[in-house]
């Protein structure tokens, strides 16, 4: 095992992809690394609410800011990682190393604390991870709650619209039926005396031409 593989294994859970030619990906999460242990670090308790992230974007600063770490601390990290982004891609790892903490302890700053932040940031973002995930599984569930009360209703109002049309069919049959039999009454005092009945009644209403 390599001296990579092995330092790596020991803090995984501050890590979050390994070189691909150490082979095996990283555990997901809640899995257990070759040592035994857990491979995420404890997420820390967010001194305020974090920012939402719209759109998906994250406002790193503040998620930051609302996990205690103030702007100093966060310096730290962004100037050894700009540091490490300005060196060639072909430079030895171990010059990297030399160059990077020679520059770091010129500005002043120790390589203690920039690991210490590191570390806190990676803390942050994993806490900030498993919030927006349980916040998404409340919305999930409370989304599913209501699709099924809304698919119940729905339910509910089609037998209410089935009912309806069922019972209309039965009332226009009823009245249809019954029509006919006051009709042959009707036809049995004959078309003219009807008319004139219809004519000469304030309670009836003559039907238009062509009714």
């Known amino acids: 095992m390599s001296e990579k593989r092995s330092w790596g294994s020991t803090v995984l859970g501050w890590f979050v992809v390994r070189d691909p030619s150490d082979g095996d990906p990283p555990p997901p999460a809640g899995d257990v690394s070759p040592d035994g ?8 308790a967010f001194l305020k609410e974090p920012p939402q992230a719209l759109a998906g974007k994250v406002d790193f600063p503040g998620v930051f800011d609302a996990a205690g770490l103030d702007a100093e601390e966060q310096g730290r990290v962004r100037k050894a990682a700009d540091l ?25 700053v120790p390589i203690e604390k920039i690991i210490e932040s590191a570390v806190q940031e990676i803390q942050a973002l994993e806490g900030y991870i498993r919030a927006g995930a349980a916040d998404t599984q409340n919305v999930l569930a409370e989304s599913q709650r209501r ?3 809304a698919e119940e209703e729905i339910r509910q109002i089609r037998t209410v619209m089935a009912s309806r049309v069922a019972e209309q069919q039965s009332v226009t049959a009823a009245c249809n039926e019954r029509k006919l039999e006051v009709q042959r009454v009707l036809e049995f005092f004959g078309q003219e005396a009807v008319a004139r009945v219809v004519r000469d ?3 009836l209403v003559e039907p238009p031409p062509g009714a």
């Open 37 to 44: 242990s857990s491979p995420s670090p404890a997420a820390p």
């Open 147 to 149: 699709i099924a009360a």
């Open 201 to 203: 009644s304030p309670k």
């Open 84 to 108: 490490l982004a300005a060196l060639p891609a072909a430079t030895d790892d171990a010059v990297k190393k030399q160059i990077v903490e020679a520059s770091l302890k010129a500005f002043g």
